[in-house]
């Protein structure tokens, strides 16, 4: 079917090789969930027990789903709504919804990177006490001025690299990035492990502790696997798009996978040992979670590093930048794609139509920390951010991959997904691939659906 849609892909973008595409879902893969949360996640859920069972679910409906997003694009050559409505009209709007997330998550999530910029500036010109201080991370995100200065500059980089396109800007940027990513991971965690009193951390974070397996856990893991790996939002869809037919999916899905698992595993390995070293934190369950853990936490332990601290915060901050921006630039790349699917625009216009939505969404969300601060959308003390983050995350996603695997396992028939595979690689397990999309993913993803959505509808 895919064929009846070629006279309009000609100017379509394209990967150039299977080591291009394996960076690119890596780097969108690997960004603030890696960071913020698996090391919070994984000090509360007995360290190693949670390292262990994320590891399994990654492996097992990760890249499943992965494996299914991939092959859907490369199927139909299309950005996720022509994917789906090329195939089935009436499914049209599960591509609609799916297209929906990526331009809800870019503003915030640029936001975020914004706050990311404003550290690394301040960690080499303020220096690392100033950035400890009390009130510092609050101080800066309620600024009705520099939050959007800096959170503009963050798009315009971000923007500026889908602008030179997916060869020369997209790829070389990953190429450069992810890399040094991987590299500062290592030698942070190195550093941080010679620290006296550190091999107690890790031993907490590494040595299973299997009394804190329970049903919660497995719901952490599973939610955190899901987003960690941009499921459910158009990106690997696109992502697939660019990828020529004869490069092998299985290979790929299982590199981005091991990527992914691998950055989370080193960022708890850089934060739960120092956690325990500063701070003299004991019980995983103390760890702050996400914003305050990377904004507030860190630069008290690195604070505590004393020489050490500037270069260590320096370091770390641009390693959280470039996740950051990886990801962002995936999400930017997505919507321009839907934009230019759905219009047949140019690709410079259809970014630049996605750089004025993005950046006027973003100062709207951002508002919601100065003058719009009175609208507490999920209750007192939560800001837009946390709204859009919770419809998109929460909701919008497992919604999605439920929806998708209902499409391509009951609909279309789980065959069409496995000739598309079978194009470049054996599949020997599509038979057990099959059992996944058709039942247990299914199943799963309401887990985590019914997970998110319980407590806010009876909060505790
Ligand atoms: N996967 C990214 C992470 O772990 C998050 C992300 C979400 C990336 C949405 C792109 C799009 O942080």
């Known amino acids: ?6 006279h309009t892909h000609h100017d379509r973008s394209a990967w150039s090789g299977k080591l291009a595409f394996i960076l690119a879902g890596a780097a969108s893969a690997v960004g603030l969930g890696n960071l913020w949360r698996f090391p919070t996640l994984a000090a509360k859920y007995g360290g190693g027990m ?26 139909t050559k299309l950005s996720v709504i022509g994917a789906f409505s090329s195939i089935n009209k009436r499914w049209k709007f599960v591509g609609i919804l799916a297209a929906a997330v990526p331009f809800i998550i870019t503003p915030y999530y640029c936001i975020i990177g914004g706050w990311v910029t404003k550290y690394l500036v ?70 941080v492990l010679m620290q006296p009193g550190a091999a107690e951390g890790a031993a907490y974070y590494l040595i299973p502790d299997f009394s804190k397996f329970s049903p919660d856990l497995v719901i952490n893991a599973l939610g955190q696997m899901f987003y960690s790996l941009s499921l459910a939002m158009g990106i690997m869809v696109t ?4 990828l020529d037919s004869k490069e092998n999916l299985t290979e790929s899905v299982a590199s981005i996978a091991g990527f992914d698992l691998l950055v989370s595993f080193l960022s708890g390995l850089m934060i739960v040992p ?30 505590g590093m004393g020489g050490a ?52 969404a973003g100062c709207f969300i951002n508002a919601g920390y100065n003058v719009l601060i009175w609208i507490e959308p999920l209750g007192e003390g939560t800001q837009l951010l946390d709204f859009f983050d919770f419809l998109s995350n929460s909701v919008m996603m497992p919604i999605v991959a439920l929806l998708t695997c209902i499409f391509v396992g009951w609909i279309i028939k789980p065959k069409a997904i496995i000739d598309e595979v079978r194009e470049s690689s054996k599949f020997k397990l599509a038979g057990a691939w099959t059992v996944m999309i058709k039942y247990i993913a299914p199943v799963l993803v309401i887990v985590i659906l019914v997970a998110n959505v319980l407590p806010m509808i009876f909060p505790a």
Not at 280 to 303: E, H, K, Q, R, W
């Open 1 to 6: 079917m895919a064929q009846q849609h070629n």
């Open 50 to 75: 949670f390292i262990l069972t994320y590891f399994v679910l990654a492996f097992t409906f990760g890249i499943s789903l992965l494996l299914l997003e991939t092959a859907l694009g490369r199927k």
């Open 122 to 191: 301040s960690y080499v010109v303020d220096g690392p006490t100033a950035v400890a201080a009390d009130g510092f991370f609050t101080g800066f995100i309620t600024d009705p001025v520099f939050t959007y200065v800096f959170m503009v500059i963050f798009m315009l980089i971000c923007i500026g690299v889908c602008a030179l396109g997916v060869k020369n800007g997209i790829e070389k940027a990953n190429m450069i990035m992810m890399p040094l990513l991987l590299f500062m991971a290592i030698g942070i965690s190195v550093f």
């Open 239 to 242: 992502y697939g798009s660019y």
């Open 274 to 303: 120092a956690a325990f070293v500063v701070l003299g934190i004991t019980d995983g369950g103390m760890m702050a979670a996400g914003p305050s853990l990377m904004f507030v936490t860190l630069p008290n332990v690195f604070g």
């Open 309 to 360: 601290a500037q270069v260590i915060g320096v370091l770390f901050f641009v390693l959280v930048l470039f996740a950051a921006a990886t990801s962002a630039i995936s999400l930017i790349e997505a919507c321009t794609s839907i934009i230019q699917d759905g219009t047949h625009w140019s690709r410079s216009k259809s970014l630049l139509a996605c750089a004025i939505f993005v950046i006027a």
